[in-house]
């Protein structure tokens, strides 16, 4: 099996791993990485349970390959909260029960942080657009976009105090 070096910059941090060629990032992320947060689901890119952020942006990480990734800023669920205070996000989903199995909640996380980055105070619509690729088999999709709604709210007041 052939094996490449990869330099990649994960939620901050410089790391390098020794990794099979045709191993796609999300692969890497959990088995050579240690971050279990970024869900293995259809690897099709279907699903949307992989996502992770690259330069801000979503992507599948069943479908990327890490070498793709070298030298840009990988942000994997575990990125998100700031030490042990969660993210905004993270606390509206738990707060309104967002997630019955919580599989599916670490892509929809992301997602949603990309789209706050971009859009302070997104419309439904806009929440919907930018979860497209996220599926949920549990608890539909309403207090999903309601936490999302009530994270930017929140980050739309801390901003105004800062």
Excluded: W
């Amino acid at each position: 099996m052939t094996k490449t070096r990869i330099k990649l910059r994960v939620n901050g941090e410089d790391r390098e791993v020794l990794a099979p060629v045709h191993h796609t990032l999300l692969e890497v992320l959990r088995e050579e990485l240690g971050l279990p947060g970024t869900k293995h689901g259809c690897e099709l890119g279907e699903c949307g349970t992989c996502t992770v952020l690259v330069d801000g942006r979503p992507i599948l990480s069943c479908l990327a390959l890490p070498v793709e990734c070298e030298g840009r800023e990988i942000t994997t669920v575990e990125g998100l909260a700031d030490g042990a205070a969660l993210h905004p996000l993270q606390q509206a989903f738990a707060e309104l029960g967002s997630a019955q199995c919580g599989y599916c909640i670490p892509g929809f996380l992301l997602s949603a942080a990309a789209l706050l980055r971009e859009r302070r105070r997104p419309t439904r619509q806009e929440i919907a657009e930018a979860t497209a690729g996220n599926l949920c088999r549990c608890t539909g999709y309403l207090k999903i976009f309601e936490a999302i709604e009530l994270a930017a709210e929140r980050m739309e007041k801390e901003a105004v105090r800062d």
